[in-house]
Structure formats: C-alpha cells, structure tokens
C-alpha cells in the first residue's frame, strides 16, 4: 500500500508534498500542537485536530502494514502462499480483513476439524467437497475406517469429513465479508427485560421489548444496551434472517451434486450456526460497539474543549461555596490570583446546625472585609437551597450597602476527586477535602483551564458512558484536547502548576516538576532560554515548549507572546522595517502595524523579514498585543443576581441559559431554576448533523420553554419559534 497516496485521498485539504511534510515532522519527533503553530507553511496551515487525525489514521495504516507483513512471513514459512492470497492481502483496506484472510493458515486450538483431520479425513472432505453425482460417498467413507484413529464406522468418517468443510466455510473470507455486510445492514437488535424486579432495572425500562436495525442504532442507545446488558438487565441477540444468510454462506460450495452436495448442505448449515453466526454476531457487535465509543469519545472532545476554554474571569475576589446539609457549606476566599485569603464553615441549609441569619452575617462580613465581586457556587448536593440563600444574602447587600455582587452555579464534578487527591493534599496540606473543594469551585470560575486541568477529564461531567470506554483509547483522546487547549492559550512559566507544565508541548510530569523545583530555588524566570538549566530539558524539548511558555516582565518582551524564540531575529527585522523599537511593543504603540503592513505588501515583508507568510501573520498579531489570551475574545459566562423556581416557569417563556452538555440527542441548559432544561436536537434551528453543530458547552443561548413537569423534575426546551409552543400549563 502507497501510505502517502491513502492519506492525500483520504484527506483531500492536504496536497500530498504537504502530507509527506508532516509525515517527516511526526517522525521526527516533533508534537501537534508544534507542528500546527510552528511549521504552518510546511503543513497549508493545518489546524491540531485535523494533524490529530492524520497522526490517528497513519498509525492505523502503518499497523495495517506491519500486519500484513507478519502474515505474509507466516503463510509464506508454512509454505501455503499463493498470489490469489497475495493479491487479496495486498487489497485488505482494513485489519479485519487481513484477519479474515489469515484465518484459515493461522495456529488454532483444538477444533472438532482439527481433530478430524488428525484422524486423517481431510481426503475424504476433499472427496465430497467435487460433489461427483456418481460418486459413492459410503463406499468411499469406509476406507477411512481405522480403530486405532477413532473412526469406527463410515457414518463417523462422514461426520468428521463434514466438521472439516464447516470450518473451510466458516474460515472463507469472501463468506464472512458478505455476511458480516448482511448483519450489518439487515441484522436487527433485540432486547428483553430481566431481572425487572430488581433495584435499578427501571432505568431501562424503554429496552424491555425493544428492536431496532443495527445499522441505524443510534451509539447512546447502543452504549445503553450494552451497560444494561453488563448489569444484567438486558438479554440482548443480534437476529437476521437465517435462511439467506445460510444461501450466502453455502453459494460458493454447493453444487448440484446428488448426496455429496447434500452433505455440503449439511455442513454449511453446521458452519453457519455452530461457527460463523456466534463469530460474526460478536464482531457485529463490537464493530457497532467501537463506533459507538468513538463517537461517545468524540462528543466528549467536543465538549471538553469549550469548558475548558471558557474565558476566564480575571482579577475578580471570588468566594467559593461548597454546598451542603448536616456538615454545613464550606467557604473559601480566594483573590484575583488564586491564592486562599480565607476559610470557614456557614450552616444556610437545612440539617441540624441550620443558621441562616448566622450565615448571611458571616458571608457579609467577608463580603465586606475582602471586596468579594463574585459567588461561586457547586451543583452538588444542597446546591438549590444554597442558590436561594445567596440569592437573599446579594439582595440585602444590595438594599443594605448598594454593593453590587453575583453569584454563578458552577459543575463541581471532579473537584472532590481533586481534594482528595495527592495533588489536592500537597497543594493545601492543612485543609480538610472540603475546604480543598471550595477552594477549587472558586478557582474553576476564575481560571477554568488552570483549575480543570488537575482533574481526570472522565470526572469532569461532559461525557456519556464515560467510564465504559476504552481507557486507553480515552485517555489518548482527551489527552489530546488538553494539550491543545493548553499550547494555544500559552502558559505563565513563573506561576503555572506541574499540573499545567506538563500539557506544554515537549514537557512531560516529570520536566514539569523539575521546572518547579528549579523556579522556587532559583526564583522567577527572567528569559525563556533560562529553562535550557532545568534538569532533563534538552535543545529539543527546548525546541517543542518554548513557543507556548510566557514571561510577564522578563527581559524580551517577545518572551511574553506566541512568537518562537526560533523567529526573535525575524520578528526584530520586521520591527525595524517599520521603524518600531522592542520598547514600543512594550508600550503597546504597534496598533498600526497590521495596516502598514497590509500597504507594504504581506509578502513582501515577509521576505524582507526573512520569515515565510504565515509565520508573519502570526507574528504581527502577537506583537500588537503581547500577553494576550485568545480566550478573552470568547464571550464571558452569564452571572446572576437572582433565582427562579421550577414552579415559575410556564410554557412560551423566553430565558438565558448555558450549555452544560452537548449529547446526540440534544442539549442541556442551565437557564438558573438549579435543574438543567433539555433542547431536543428537534429543537434547534436550521438543518445540522449533529447538536454538537449547533452548540457548544459555555454558550450562552435564548431558549423557551416547551413543557414544564415538576413532579418528574424535567423542562423541554426549545430554540424556535414560541409561536410553535402549544398553549399548555405546567403540569
């Protein structure tokens, strides 16, 4: 297989010297989000996630390779290889059809076949396999009769004769390909309820008699079966029509032949029911299985991504709420930077120690004593009771003192698997895992990316069946989008966490501990170069992280932008054209430069500079504005002053809200009545694929209500027209 030809037809945006130049970059060691920020001219100017799945696809197709070549040697030293076998090898666009191909030649445990051919039947399998009408197949068979093999009669002879043609079909790669097409497009999956009486059997109630045609089985229904199968509260069977599947199995192997075609007969149907139908079911529903895990991985991408990117609220003091009853909410201060000024305990909620009026005066006073802007409050447990109280508590700061503060309910999924982490405990040594989770509610508003950052992203609470899927496969995935979202937001080498350090391209944890531990005994960094001293950071790392690192006040102002240390001399020549100075970058006096050189000509400064085009555009943009962060384009989170109930809410009702979650089947919002409304993916505007073409997490969207049920906890949303909403009340 030509690999590069594959992947230029496979990605038609990717000309093919520019494939083959990435292909030489990711060979050479060089990270995604290097190779997408650094080396744009090389690539067209392909973006992370696109070199994401080039990167995917040409591991796949290497490994296909590498298969191909082990299987090729096998049959080769068996001594069975034939160029039909080369040619169908050769044209296996994917892993399972090299398997199907090898099956016949490949080791196997011991098989009723196998065993038949040991009792040595093979000839006579081979004689009924002509299908001669005029043969005799008994008189024949009788000449295989021997005690000592174990084949006592003629009957006995023809049975093992018929084991081993049932495994000749069964291992034939032409039939399972037809077949495994057949399951797919015509097989239908069908489930019954059992074990209905048991607790948690409820939650899947709508599979009690359920079926639907594989190939259009939607991933979350298919990833909902499969975990109630695994609970055991699904039988689940893949059902097709046996007779044309049998006819399919059988078309290249029976022949008009008298008694020996009927004997084929028998062994084709043996093959299909005994071997091929459980083979193929179990590939089906693995095949159906890993699409649905893909695309279950690749709406957690989707929305991970927007949460961790949401633009951050800067140099705000900011007081985290940890919600809940018997144990009181926890409260932590922390100011513009993160840093913890103070901590205590308020009892607002209902349980034994309930203080409402105790809490307010405690929370104002610290409201008071430190210029608290923002409430930042978790959606755990007791977190309406809390919303309603702090709602009260800014509405009497407002009357009382004319101070206007806000609150925002943030998802504090995963902050108690950072509390009680090593991480969680090294960061605040003195701090019980509660106090640790008010800390990190507070912060994830601030700084979501820093503070998401030390969390599993499968705890974070934007996933489907996320703890079904292929760990490893998951991990990569997510993996993937952190390091992106970290390298484009850039990383403070002074004040950012190992936790951050080590999603810096070319950094590992490791690096990322000695950076810390190099910047707390040397103190600050005053250059990038300066990280060349960290233990184990060579030239290459150098080469990989130093364009994603920033330096506020160091001693090169480009250190505090995107530009690339390896572009400082180019960048300076640019400057010099225009007749700028490093210190008017400082000052921020380059405002006119895109225009100047727009009038210069792009290509022609790019020339002049001694830098190709792309990295001139990325280099005026930078420049103009030093320390930027391109999530302060995006538009901020929505804070509230007030409360609604789910009682207040009535159908045709216009509101805010924010995507919590994109799913295949809609989305869910937070439009503040403390539970989530859900917009049908039949409810959104315009003709899309997928919800996830629409929105995303953080978005702030109108939406109105379609139906309220209070008993049930649900509202339906929608995003058209409220004209089109049924005069209804709630129920």
């Known amino acids: 297989m030509d690999i590069l030809k594959k992947l230029t037809e496979e990605f038609p945006s990717i000309r093919e010297d520019r494939a083959q130049n990435i292909i030489n970059l990711i060979d050479e060691g060089?990270?995604?989000?290097?190779?997408?920020?650094?080396?744009k001219e090389m690539t067209g100017s392909c973006d992370d996630q696109v070199l994401r799945e080039f990167n995917d696809r040409l591991t796949y197709l290497r490994n296909l390779e590498k298969r191909k070549e082990e299987v090729v040697k096998s049959i080769t030293d068996q001594g069975k290889m034939t160029e039909e076998i080369q040619k169908?090898?050769?044209?296996?666009?994917?892993?399972?059809?090299?398997?199907?191909?090898?099956?016949?030649?490949?080791?196997?445990?011991?098989?009723?076949?196998?065993?038949?051919?040991?009792?040595?039947?093979q000839p006579l399998a081979d004689f009924i396999l002509a299908q001669d009408k005029d043969a005799d197949v008994k008189a024949e068979a009788e000449k295989y009769i021997d005690a000592e093999k174990g084949v006592n009669s003629a009957e006995e002879a023809i049975a093992g004769a018929k084991d081993i043609i049932a495994e000749i079909v069964s291992d034939d790669a032409n039939v399972r390909k037809k077949l495994r097409n057949l399951f797919m497009k015509n097989g239908e999956i069908q489930t019954k309820l059992v074990?209905?009486?048991?607790?948690?059997?409820?939650?899947?109630?709508?599979?009690?008699?359920?079926?639907?045609?594989?190939?259009?089985?939607?991933?979350?229904?298919?990833?909902a079966v499969n975990r109630g199968e695994k609970e055991g509260f699904l039988k689940?069977?893949?059902?097709?029509?046996?007779?044309?599947?049998?006819?399919?199995?059988?078309?290249?192997?029976?022949?008009?032949?008298?008694?020996?075609?009927q004997l084929v007969e028998e062994?084709?149907?043996?093959?299909?029911?005994?071997?091929?139908?459980?083979?193929?079911?179990?590939?089906?529903?693995?095949?159906?299985?890993?699409?649905?895990?893909?695309?279950?991985?690749?709406?957690?991408?989707v929305n991970l991504k927007p949460l961790l990117m949401q633009p951050p609220i800067k140099d705000k003091i900011t007081l985290g709420l940890d919600p809940a009853y018997r144990t009181g909410c926890k409260i932590a201060v922390v100011d513009g930077t993160g840093k913890v000024l103070d901590k205590t305990v308020v009892y607002p909620t209902p349980g034994p120690k309930q203080n409402i009026e105790a809490a307010k005066a405690k929370l104002k006073e610290l409201i008071a004593k430190y210029n608290v802007d923002i409430i930042s409050i978790g959606n755990g447990t007791a977190s309406k009771e809390s919303e309603i109280f702090v709602a009260e508590l800014i509405k009497e700061i407002q009357e009382e003192t004319g101070r206007e503060v806000s609150y925002m309910v943030v998802s504090e999924a995963g902050a108690s698997v950072y509390s009680a982490s090593p991480l969680g405990a090294e960061e605040f040594p003195d701090f019980d895992v509660a106090e640790r989770s008010a800390v990190s509610i507070a912060r994830r508003l601030q700084d979501p990316l820093s503070e998401l950052i030390k969390i599993d992203p499968k705890s974070i609470g934007?996933?489907?069946?996320?703890?079904?899927?292929?760990?490893?496969?998951?991990?990569?995935?997510?993996?993937?989008?952190?390091?992106?979202?970290?390298?484009?937001?850039?990383?403070?080498?002074?004040?950012?966490?190992?936790?951050?350090?080590k999603y810096v391209a070319g950094l590992n944890a490791g690096i990322a501990k000695n950076i810390v531990t190099y910047r707390e005994a040397n103190g600050k960094f005053s250059s990038r170069k300066e990280i060349l001293k960290v233990p184990k950071l060579g030239e290459k790392a150098f080469t990989q992280c130093a364009g994603f690192l920033r330096i506020q006040g160091g001693e090169n102002i480009l250190d505090n932008t995107a530009v690339h240390p390896e572009s400082y001399a180019a960048a300076e020549k640019l400057l010099a054209l225009f007749g700028y100075t490093a210190e008017d970058v400082k000052e921020g006096k380059l405002s006119d430069l895109p225009q100047k050189v727009k009038e210069y000509g792009e290509e022609k400064a790019a020339a002049d500079a001694g830098m190709d085009l792309p990295t001139l555009k990325d280099v005026v943009s930078e420049i103009v504005k030093p320390g930027r962060d391109i999530r302060d384009a995006l538009p901020k989170p929505m804070l509230r002053r007030d409360i609604m109930d789910l009682k207040d809410l009535a159908p045709g009702m216009e509101l805010l809200g924010t995507v919590r979650n994109v799913v295949d089947f809609g989305a869910f919002i937070d439009i503040g009545v403390h539970q989530d409304g859900l917009v049908h993916r039949s409810e959104m505007k315009g003709r899309f694929r997928h919800p996830s073409e629409v929105l995303e997490v953080g978005q702030v969207v109108t939406v109105w209500v379609k139906e309220v049920d209070v008993k049930k906890n649900r509202i339906a949303l929608t995003m058209k027209s409220p004209a089109k909403i049924p005069e209804a009340k709630a129920q």
């Open 30 to 39: 060089n990270t995604i989000p290097f190779i997408a920020r650094y080396r």
């Open 88 to 121: 169908a090898l050769d044209a296996a666009a994917t892993l399972t059809e090299v398997e199907d191909i090898y099956r016949p030649y490949k080791q196997k445990k011991k098989t009723r076949a196998s065993v038949a051919i040991e009792k040595g039947l």
């Open 195 to 223: 074990n209905a009486e048991e607790e948690g059997a409820k939650t899947y109630e709508m599979y009690a008699d359920y079926s639907e045609n594989a190939a259009e089985m939607k991933s979350h229904r298919v990833l």
């Open 236 to 261: 689940v069977k893949l059902v097709v029509n046996d007779d044309i599947a049998r006819r399919i199995a059988g078309a290249g192997y029976i022949r008009n032949g008298g008694y020996s075609s």
């Open 267 to 301: 062994a084709v149907a043996d093959s299909y029911d005994r071997l091929i139908f459980p083979s193929i079911e179990r590939e089906v529903r693995a095949a159906l299985t890993d699409s649905a895990n893909e695309q279950a991985i690749k709406m957690f991408e």
């Open 462 to 501: 934007v996933g489907q069946y996320q703890h079904d899927m292929d760990k490893k496969r998951l991990d990569s995935v997510l993996s993937g989008v952190l390091e992106d979202c970290v390298n484009s937001v850039g990383v403070d080498l002074n004040t950012a966490s190992v936790s951050l350090l």
